[in-house]
């Protein structure tokens, strides 16, 4: 890295190996602050947290488990974050494409009181489907039920591959991935 401070100086420090010296270590060291400090703003945010996720779950009741990926925990802060507040479709929403990390549709079915939950940008089963299901039942009121639906490939999408381009895949790979 180049002395970013020897551009602040008169001329003549330039040809100094004292001045030279003292500014790289005072370079060096005002890189580590800004470093120091990027890192504390980070834990602000719950998308860039790391070392204060334990923080963000205890404010928040849910259980610290440091064994989990960063990403699940982020997801779940993120999740409780969006669920709190009035009970809407779109906080629904919310609440669900944090978990899938893709798209959903949410359907209401008042007459029956239900709603189903279709993920529409993620084909199969998404990661964390219980925890989903939990975040879900501590936001819905408790008089709603809700179900939901995945999206797979259909028989009729598959017919335009030949059989020997299906042959490298597997059955789940054949319905959620291709």
């Given at each position: 890295?180049?002395?970013?401070l ?8 330039k ?23 990027d ?7 719950v998308?860039?947290?790391d ?8 404010e ?17 802060i993120?999740?409780k ?20 990390n ?6 209401e079915?008042?007459s ?5 939950i ?11 489907m ?7 039942e ?13 999206t ?9 591959f030949?059989?020997?381009?299906l ?12």
């Amino acid at each position: 890295m180049s002395n970013q401070l020897m551009k602040y100086l008169p001329g003549y420090y330039k040809t100094s190996q004292v001045i030279a010296n003292i500014t790289d270590v005072e370079n060096s060291e005002i890189q580590q602050f800004k470093t120091s400090l990027d890192n504390t703003l980070n834990q602000f945010f719950v998308d860039l947290a790391d070392t204060s996720l334990d923080r963000w779950e205890k404010e928040l009741g849910i259980p610290v488990n440091k064994n989990k990926d960063i990403k699940y925990r982020r997801s779940v802060i993120k999740s409780k974050i969006r669920g709190q507040g009035t009970i809407t479709i779109n906080l629904i929403k919310n609440v669900a494409e944090s978990y899938s990390n893709g798209e959903v549709e949410v359907t209401e079915n008042n007459s029956n009181y239900l709603f189903t939950i279709t993920f529409v940008g993620t084909k199969g089963i998404p990661p964390n489907m219980d925890d989903l299901k939990n975040a879900i039942e501590d936001i819905k009121p408790a008089h709603l039920g809700f179900t939901f639906e995945y999206t797979y490939n259909t028989y009729q999408y598959l017919s335009q591959f030949t059989h020997a381009d299906l042959a490298l895949y597997t059955h789940t790979d054949l319905r959620e991935v291709i």
